[in-house]
């Protein structure tokens, strides 16, 4: 059933496999030739860190930070096609090796980033506004102060402040959801 499940929703989202393809695409050709590449609005490109000695794939972010991939080079997938290999830490064993990426998996880290720096940006203005900001997870903050003039008023706020459009995106729709209680729980 897998693979049927896999090619309906791929032949469903076109658009998203259309961008994994552009994605490995360039940062193939970044890392086998140099040179800069952009990807709707993401910057790639290979740079060379002389304090560290190390190669580094970088991808800009919209929000001007950005992802790095260490000895990025290029070897050959178990499908026969290009593959992309860093340095980086194996989840399952926790040790640094070399780590093959493709870019369905670099789109993902760059959609990830991207939400990361959106919650970042709300972070840092509800806290500015008297909201102090105790944990988050994902996309969620938890938010521990004394009692407000009304539960429903400060939900409102909190919403208002989390949906503001941010400088580097300012057209990217935004929107929040929350509740009041007196213990964590997940909503």
């Not at 989840?91 to 780590?99: A, D, F, G, P, S």
Request: hydrophobic share 40%; with cysteine.
């Amino acid at each position: 059933e897998l693979p049927d499940i896999v090619t309906r929703w791929r032949d469903a989202n076109s658009r998203i496999k259309s961008l994994w393809y552009e994605m490995d695409n360039a940062a193939i050709e970044v890392i086998g030739r140099g040179g800069c590449a952009t990807v709707r609005g993401l910057k790639l490109s290979r740079e060379y860190d002389i304090a560290q000695g190390v190669s580094k794939f970088v991808i800009q972010l919209p929000s001007g930070r950005c992802l790095y991939y260490i000895n990025p080079s290029l070897g050959t997938n178990q499908f026969g096609g290009s593959s992309i290999i860093y340095n980086g830490v194996d989840q399952t064993t926790k040790r640094w090796k070399q780590i093959e990426t493709y870019g369905g998996k670099l789109t993902e880290n760059c959609v990830q980033a991207i939400a990361r720096d959106a919650l970042a940006g709300a972070i840092d203005r509800l806290e500015a506004a008297g909201f102090p900001i105790v944990f988050h997870v994902h996309d969620e903050v938890c938010i521990d102060m004394k009692p407000y003039d009304s539960n429903k008023t400060m939900l409102a706020e909190v919403t208002r402040i989390m949906s503001e459009p941010i400088s580097w995106a300012p057209t990217l729709p935004l929107n929040a959801d929350g509740w009041v209680g007196d213990f964590f729980t997940k909503d």
